[in-house]
């Protein structure tokens, strides 16, 4: 029994240590590559048509030659923070430049941001998306401990602060056109390959696309001027 039970001891030690060669590899990946804290070429696929697809939600002159495109989560902090900045620049650069916004669920504890989203879109069906946005984003931590049916409830209640037609607003929100509009921009997240939020595409006035993955990168890239050519 005693040597049996030392067969087994050392079965197991063996088996933890190969275990441990191979998480090892997958734990390091993880600690070493974080969002880059440069601006970087995004992959071929990612084109300016891809970033702008026709369902696309503009703050500005649709035909302004710079575009800002933001991949942001409702329920992220860091988002809201960059709610800030997006705004000064573009009050800066109003003239020359227009602000995408696409909603992606990077966090899967973000349960209530895509029923945020979906009263974002439908608020856009009424002209009022940057208002529903903005609101969204003021009310934000309200929406942390909610069921799914309070945070629907409580998107309700924007709404009406909006003065929005409830008749109208209620079943489009509800809807799954809405649903299925919010999974299209999922899809589109997946296609530009963004991992976290917020994540920024610049797009030139010659259609260059230029990702800058963090917010002080996009900060940054922006008070630069010879980046506006």
Known sequence: MKSEAKLFGGILAISLVLVGFAVYPTIMHMREAP????????KKQITQDVLLPPESHTLGDPKAPFTLVEFGDYQCVSCKVALTEIKRIYDKNKHRLKIVFHHHQANAGHV????????AWAAGNQGKFWQMHDKLYEAQDRFK???????????MKIAKELRLDMLKFDPEFRSDKSVNAVDAVEDLADKCEVETTPTFFFISSTGKVTQLPRLTVMVGFMEDEKNWK
């Open 145 to 155: 401990n909610l069921t799914m049916t309070e945070a629907m409830d409580d998107v």
């Open 112 to 119: 209530n941001s895509p029923i945020m989203a979906q009263g």
């Open 35 to 42: 969002p880059p804290d440069k601006p970087v070429d995004p």
